[in-house]
């Protein structure tokens, strides 16, 4: 639960038990982060064993389309923000986090609890080719080293604040699912990558990250078939229908192409 004051405060009210030790070194890590970071993060002011209470980053969740109906020029700038950003947090070090996400790429084996439940509502042509974008991703190493790098975990426009008027990111939020984990998957919600429409997007992101080669490019457009993936799997666990029936038309959409 989230509550507001003045539209200066946010106290959250965690609903889902997180571990003490871990509580303390995210809210550590953003207290550190916070100093080096090039967009603003929550940096907490009250913390109770219920509560924590921060200031509020002014602006507004921007929607998809938002981004993607820029102006050239704006959306480079958002580009060059995104890419700066990741590049601080990917190389920010930090002994304390030790745990990774949990997200379903980061443990080799676990992306294949999803087909069963999926596969059910897709014909032979979709499963081949999701069986065929699973296997790429099953074959890429980079997916199952060691993650040593520090991601957000849940990097996407509902965690991210901007002036829309000014047409630029204010900053970040919800850091819940930080920890150690792949960096790929901090890029894979930022825009829909299976396509070839968001390339340069994603080219001027990773040219601001400094990534070097095309390793990491290739690696984010694998692992995109993932976001929808992993939304169906929450909304299955939820027993929400219409959150299920909503992924399964993406990803028909997505494995028809």
């Not at 040593?148 to 047409?167: E, L, R």
């Not at 990558?193 to 070097?212: Q, S």
Request: glycine share 6%; charged share 30%; hydrophobic share 40%.
């Amino acid at each position: 639960m989230i509550i507001e004051i003045n539209g200066k405060w946010i106290f959250r009210f965690p609903r889902n038990p997180i571990s003490k030790e871990n509580t303390k070194e995210r809210l550590d890590f953003l207290i550190s982060f916070s100093k080096v970071s090039s967009l603003k993060i929550p940096v907490p002011k009250y913390v109770e064993n219920n509560f924590i209470g921060y200031e509020k980053i002014q602006g507004s969740h921007p929607r998809p389309t938002n981004i993607k109906n820029l102006a050239e020029l704006d959306k480079l700038k958002i580009a060059k923000q995104l890419g700066l950003f990741l590049k601080d947090l990917h190389n920010f070090k930090s002994k304390k986090i030790n745990f990774d996400t949990g997200y379903l790429i980061m443990r080799k084996g676990d992306y294949k609890t999803c087909p069963k439940e999926i596969t059910k509502y897709l014909n032979a042509d979709e499963i081949k080719n999701l069986e065929t974008k699973l296997k790429a991703i099953a074959n890429n190493p980079l997916n199952f080293k060691k993650p040593t790098s520090i991601i957000h975990g849940d990097f996407y426009f509902n965690n991210i604040i901007w002036n829309p008027d000014k047409k630029v990111i204010t900053g970040v939020i919800d850091w819940a699912n930080l920890g150690l984990g792949t960096p790929a998957m901090d890029f894979i919600m930022l825009a829909d990558f299976n396509k070839n429409t968001n390339d340069k997007f994603l080219k001027d992101i990773l040219k601001y990250y400094g990534a070097k080669g095309d390793d990491l490019f290739f690696q984010i457009k694998e692992n995109a078939i993932i976001d929808a993936m992993n939304w169906f799997w929450s909304y299955y666990k939820e027993k929400n229908p219409k959150g299920v029936a909503r992924m399964i038309k993406k990803l028909k959409k997505l494995l028809a192409e």
